[in-house]
């Protein structure tokens, strides 16, 4: 059944608000709940973030080991709010990694509160890290089937729709290229992660990479951008680089300094240049019309 969705997803107000100038391309420190109640429905394109993980991290601003109940009760309030300020026919992607070894399906959980709300499963990505999460003496249960751990080398994004699945927008404003496209389609990305958390003071971040694929992939340039769990911007980096206007929310005054500190000196490096090389020299390039340029040609 090609609407199978609509048997969980409820009907939306399909008018979209403009946000006032004064609030966009904005770092804000605030708590993320309090700051979001101050916005208008339906106003941002897509929201891309990857909340507190619950691992006991060392955040400046953040108690990240709370119960469990607390922990859910308090993301799905500020995920609701999300939910009313994303436009009609607006993305929500969410990156977490599940608790594995206290059996906590964060992916899931986090998923099944959107679909209650009504938001519609676009996709889930595997986030290939291709760096495992535990130590190889974790084995639970030595050649035993008692207990076995399992080690994992990805993280989850999950992907929403409000309302329907076609995000409409002005041609002129697509930037992704056939070679990003036809790559990541493919909902296995291999990134590796982010290397230089000790130069941003911040312990769990994602590298550039991972959002400038999202928002080329699921966003216009002139589109709005929020993450209400901003740290130390890399979200709010990739959008304005890319084109696309921004909020960034987080609690941290530190990390809000970093954040507006990368904005104005940070250099993006050039990831479809990167795919563009990789695939001219495994002969996989199918974009060369587009920039006007001669495949190799493969000697016998």
Not at 268 to 273: A, E, Q, R, T, V
């Amino acid at each position: 059944m090609a609407n199978g969705y609509k048997t969980f997803y409820k009907e939306f107000d399909k008018k979209n608000n403009l946000l006032d100038n004064n609030k966009l391309n904005k770092i804000i420190q605030s708590d993320s709940l309090s700051y979001l109640k101050t916005l208008p429905d339906n106003c941002i394109d897509l929201i891309f973030t990857s909340p507190p993980y619950n691992f006991n991290m060392n955040y400046d601003e953040h108690e990240d080991k709370m119960d469990w109940n607390d922990y859910f009760n308090t993301l799905n309030n500020i995920f609701t709010e999300c939910i009313r300020v994303l436009k009609y026919g607006g993305r929500m992607i969410v990156n977490i990694q599940p608790f594995f070894s206290e059996y906590i399906p964060s992916h899931h959980i986090i998923t099944n509160h959107l679909l209650s709300e009504g938001l519609i499963w676009k996709a889930e990505i595997l986030w290939e890290k291709n760096h495992r999460n535990c130590a190889y003496t974790a084995w639970g249960s030595w050649k035993s089937p008692s207990g076995p751990y399992f080690k994992y080398t990805w993280e989850f994004l999950e992907v929403f729709c409000k309302g329907e699945l076609k995000h409409s927008g002005d041609k002129e404003n697509i930037d992704i290229t056939g070679n990003e496209f036809k790559t990541w389609v493919d909902a296995k990305w291999s990134i590796a992660p982010e290397r230089n958390m000790k130069d941003y003071g911040h312990p769990a971040m994602f590298p550039p990479e991972l959002p400038y694929r999202a928002l080329k992939l699921f966003s216009y340039q002139g589109d709005i951008i929020l993450d209400p769990f901003n740290g130390a911007g890399t979200t709010t980096l990739v959008a304005q680089r890319t084109g696309r206007k921004y909020i960034g929310i987080d609690i941290s005054e530190e990390y809000c300094k970093i954040a507006e500190d990368r904005l104005k000196n940070e250099i993006l490096k050039d990831y479809s240049k990167e795919l563009d090389e990789k695939l001219k020299i495994l002969g996989k390039d199918k974009s060369l019309k587009e920039r006007g340029e001669t495949p190799i040609q493969k000697s016998n």
